[in-house]
């Protein structure tokens, strides 16, 4: 769809290339996501839910075991070669992008561990999200005990997008990744079962907020298109490097295109929509887009900042700075006041976005390789952290509100404790990946003169400290309140979840070797052009 | 150098008595209290155990110790983070060693102290005392550590024991006293974390790593910084190590601090996790800023001073026992970073030894206002009266560290307070001066709250007051015994201590003299570098 073809196209197209081996992690979850609609109308409803368990955990992980053998296969990265382009120039097969695919996969099937945990006595998915709160007709599905089992096909659809959207070598193919991103998310978001109408909001708000980022993002490409007279990163990068076109169509496209990719990430002033959706939603849903989303998102931008504006970092890095600071301010000092930990997890997120752009607006081989390692820990902290957090429920569902938390640490220790780790690494103390993670970001900034966002960085963390430690004292060393929540035992999916945050926790915090020598040998080419 | 790996030993000892403590099963509920009382039992005596075996381990380590060996000895030295240049290196010199050889000391005096600390029935006594195991683990490693970075693990992760010490365990405002805790010390450790990345950064560019980035301490002080780039690194630690300290106008956190506390965890707190300041003062802020450690000298030298002062004016003025003695901290803690940056060797050696006589002394006088608030249940001074006479052994011992409170000679600290004073004044005059009216507040706080709280009438409150028990006595009299014998006889801690601070001295000598008769000292802040 890139190889816009001149007028004096040749009487016979050719047929296009596809290298349908590279490309197969994304053909495998999209494939699986069209079988799973498939599996909608014709399965019988009581089986619905173990097929589309098998389908998806199952493409999940063939996904992601393609994607490492594609990593290790030698005849991509042949000869020094940084990648290949896939797809007529459409999709770029390199080792950044790969080591965020696996991350997503990664993460996504931790996330869809908890999607997928239906042994709670309430669940979190509306039965029927169309029929309205307290109505007969939900109550007719209630007692028919109706259960949406959509959301795994809409699960593999947005995962399919995450997975395109950073590996999209020219803005179209990346607008139509953000999309298939998007929409099974604004879908979702609408489904969570307890208080219908925040839902509601929030999947409005985020697809308004959604579609308009959106537009924005299609517009700068257009400027581009103008500017270059093609969509495709490479393009667009020397096209800059040469100076032909107008600078204002460049410097407006830069703007818009960011805005796009900003808005997904959550940076300030983009953020409104963080903490209503991640209120809002589902709880396995918000830890679905706040480890995967969020990586992805990165994913793309880093892609774009490095490929397509790479010889502009003095033109679009004094606006980043800003954008820089204001968020990881911002979302630090919004936290303090908040009351509903999912709201709270929703500005550190922001706060973090801060962290990791401090090491993108390096645009250095350490600036990628640290932000691929921290997008890898934060996301298996954060899906740990949402993990435990469905499991701490009053009798209608989840206990959001912090005050419920309070003597947590009393009733049930090993949770409380569990949860004060993730608190922790979000802090960034040492021996958590947390610490590992801040410590890579904050080396590249240094390293690339940014030593003042540091700074800022730092004053950020300890202010941000101050709220994760409040959610600690809240829940170690008050009393507990009166018929207080309740801890479920986790099932086997919940279970693995939160112990699968943990370990990487602790693991990735003591040696974080492996990971950091994948995240480095994964960024010293940088980018395929 | 001989292979085997004593200071990780020395370290995983106390972490395994914490494994230990918390492998103990819990009892059910509704268990009858002799079997809890059996099952807590056990939790402190394997605590005590551990914490025993860390100090035979210690002595033992020490006295292979060679004072005329190399600079760092027992060293390790493994790879652990290649992407970053991150090495697992331990290794002691004499500062080191006889600040490890206090914290092995201290602990399971303080665990025997703190034994009742945590049998409050909603409190859980395995987590009390493994925490304070798992604090010994981190204290040993920051002291031990080589490398900045495992340096900076340590200085860090070691608030988080402490933090749920006061946090869950402490009495009052525990819980504001707690985040205040962590988060002056977060702010701090965030700032040098800065500063630790510039140090690799810088490092990376220097000849001397031959380009690669390391925290090697023996390689970083062979990188030659520029006075500009020095002076915001120094800053970057020094605050850092200001807050830990605690120095005026960075202190407001511990008098909230050690009243929140139990008396246990804010002697360790005071005792041992503040003197990771001074001495990350003298082997970071001095060894590796020499320039930067000489330009700020004039204003370190001020703030000293006004802590010296202040501390001990304020002091006077406390209503409460555990109050002042914080405030004392402050006092003390201004003598130990005047004799740091006096950059003599008498003072360097004396602030050393005060920073292990302080631990004693302050310890003690803490655990025994600990044993006299649990009787009485009050810790306002103007609650007692006459302890002297229901209670004469708590009064007496009382009496004894609060004399090496003050620095009576005979007793230990008095050799480290005239040492410091001696140093400073060769080359300091006017903060000699100033620092030695410090003495005399000393000696008013602590006869004043002697006589308030120990002589006169019997207060009614107090009639009944039993005297010391066998076990508050064995946890003490060690105590007072070291402070006796090292002010007696303080050489053999000298003889461990003067190598090292020698070749500090001359490594900071030889990067840039001082002069043999420096110019008439000045504490002012304008007063600029010296040459």
Known sequence: MTSLLAAAAPATIPAPSIEYSQLAPMLVVFGAAVAGVLVEAFVPRDLRRSVHLLITFGSLAAAFVWTCVIAASPSIFANGSPGHVAAMGAVAVDRPTLFIQGTILVLAFVSVLLIADSSHDVSEFAGQAAAPPGSPEERAVLLAGLVHTEIYPLTLFAVGGMLLFPASNDLLTMFVALEVLSLPLYLLCGLARRRRLLSHEAAMKYFLLGAFSSTFFLFGIAMLYGFSGSVSLAAIASAASANTGSDTLLFAGIALTGLGLLFKIGAVPFQNWKPDVYQGAPTPVTALMASCTVVSAFGALLRVFYVAFGNLTWDWRPALWVVTVLTMVAGAVIAITQTDVKRLLAYSSIAHAGFILTAVISASVAGLSSSLFYLAVYGLTTVGAFAVITLVR???????????????????????????????????????????????VFQAAIAGGATPLVIIGVLASAIAAFFYVRVIVLMFFSDPVEDGPEVVVPSVFTGTAVAVGAAATIILGIVPEPVLSLANHAATQLFVR | MNGFPWLTVAGAIPLAGALAVLLVPSLPRDSAPGDVEARTRLVKVLALAFSLIALV??????????????????????????QFGVHYALGVDGIALVLIGMTVVLMPVVILASWHDADNAKRSVKTYFALMLVLETMMIGVFAATDVFLFYVFFEAMLIPMYFMIGSFGVGPRQYAAVKFLLYSLLGGLLMLVAVIALYVYAGQSAATGHHGTFLFSTLVHVSLSPTVQKWLFLGFFIAFAIKAPLWPFHTWLPDASFSAQPGAAVLMLGVMDKVGTFGMIRYCLELFPAAFRYFTPLVLTLAVISILYGAIVAIGQTSVKRLIGYTSVSHFGFIVLG??????????????YMVNHGFATGAIFLLAGFMIARRGSDRIADYGGVQKVAPLLAGLFLVSGLALLSLPGLSTFVSEFLVLAGTFSRYKVAATFATAGIILAAIYVLWMYQRAMNGPVSESVSAMPDLKARELAAVVPLIALIIAMGVYPKPVLDVINPAVQSTMSQVHSTDPVPAHPVSASVSVSAGAQP
């Open chain 2, 340 to 353: 740091i940056f006096a950059l003599t060797s008498q003072g360097q050696s004396g602030a050393t030894l």
């Open chain 2, 57 to 82: 381990f210690v002595i033992v380590m020490a006295t292979r110790f060679s004072t005329t060996g190399p600079d760092f000895q027992f060293t390790e030295q493994y790879s652990w983070i290649p």
């Open chain 1, 394 to 440: 009053d009798p209608g569902g989840e206990a959001d509100h912090l005050s419920r938390w309070a003597g947590l640490g009393k009733r049930s220790p090993l949770v409380a404790g569990i949860f004060a780790l993730f608190l922790l690494a979000f802090a960034g103390i040492p021996l958590t990946s947390g610490f590992t993670g801040k410590f890579a």
